[in-house]
């Protein structure tokens, strides 16, 4: 995940399944500029959930659609 913080500070990453339910959250630190981090999704059901950014009472969510391929 990218994100672009207008400042120093902590955020908080939280996950939601479709219908709602939180399955992942973390707390991170921003720094101004351009930020990545890694969510693990590798315990994530196929399908779709919301990723939710919280920073300085802004929140952003994104749409995050999870796909496996089978390697054979």
């Keep these: 995940m990218q994100f672009d913080g207008f400042a120093d500070g ?14 992942f959250a973390q707390e991170v630190s921003l720094e101004e500029g ?4 890694l969510v693990n999704i590798s315990n994530f059901a196929k399908g779709i ?4 950014v919280l ?3 802004f929140t952003r969510i ?6 496996y391929v089978s390697v054979e």
């Design 10 to 23: 902590n955020a908080t990453i939280t996950v939601y399944d479709a219908i709602g339910k939180q399955v």
């Design 55 to 57: 920073f300085n009472g």
């Design 49 to 52: 959930f919301y990723l939710k």
């Design 62 to 67: 994104k749409k995050l659609m999870v796909e």
């Design 34 to 37: 351009e930020n990545i981090f």
